[in-house]
């Protein structure tokens, strides 16, 4: 098994890569895509009740990439607010985390301390969790409020080209502060970065010609960004 399989084609406007890690002693192999918005749709999917692992998702909406989303209550309901397809659920964090946005196809990632949501903004897709990693030109987040407990992650960011990048840790590697310095260093060329809800919620899978690749989440969650093909 190679150490870095370097980012190979999934399907149009969709990259994954493998990487094998050594972090403080702790080994890994991250998960990790690369999707360009410019030919492709992304979408945020919420059912709280009916909620799937991350690879039943991803089959249920014949969608090409799957990832968990943020935080959510025992109910399944989302924590933060959440846009989905227009629709909105929940309520925004306030001094706390960021958000992930879909608007007129442009992608973003960014900071909710630094750049409030604004109820007059107008998103396609959004959803919210915490904490921001990166805040913009890969400066590693200040703020990150952190108890050093280190847990699988999940992580939604935007690389300087404007692509959207999905990365899953699937063992208990990092904590968040490590996390955001392993982002920062990385060759992933990051602007700003999200952690979503790891733990066994973290998941992200990929249909390519040969199958899905990828790790599923190891329990249900009742929302996911995924990526569907432009028609």
């Known amino acids: ?65 799957a990832i968990n989303g943020g935080f959510f209550d025992p109910a399944g309901r989302a924590l933060g607010l959440l846009i989905a ?41 959004m959803l919210q969790s915490f904490p921001t990693l990166l805040v913009g030109d890969g400066a590693i987040n200040d703020q990150i409020r952190d108890d050093g407990r280190v847990a699988p992650r999940s992580v939604v960011g935007i690389d300087q080209a404007g692509r959207a990048v999905f990365l899953v840790s699937p ?7 490590d996390l955001a310095g392993w982002l920062a260093k990385s060759d992933l060329d990051l602007d700003s970065a999200l952690n979503l ?9 990929v249909r390519t010609a040969d199958g899905v690749w990828g790790i599923n989440s190891w329990v249900e969650v009742p929302a996911v960004i995924v990526v569907v093909m432009d028609s």
């Open 1 to 65: 098994m190679a150490v870095d399989t370097g980012w190979l084609r999934a399907s149009q406007g969709i990259e994954t890569r493998e990487l094998s890690i050594v972090h403080e002693g702790r080994r890994d192999r991250l998960f990790i895509a690369r999707v360009d918005p410019a030919s492709v749709s992304l979408r945020v999917l919420y059912d709280p009740i009916d909620r799937r692992r991350v690879r039943e998702w991803l089959d249920a909406r014949q969608a090409r990439l």
């Open 85 to 125: 397809d227009g629709q909105a659920f929940g309520q925004t964090y306030e001094g706390l985390g960021g958000l992930f946005g879909v608007r007129e196809g442009r992608v973003q990632v960014r900071s909710l301390i630094a750049q409030p949501y604004r109820p007059d903004e107008v998103f396609d897709q």
């Open 171 to 177: 063992r208990p590697t990092f904590d968040l502060t």
């Open 197 to 205: 809800d790891g733990g066994t919620s973290a998941g992200l899978v």
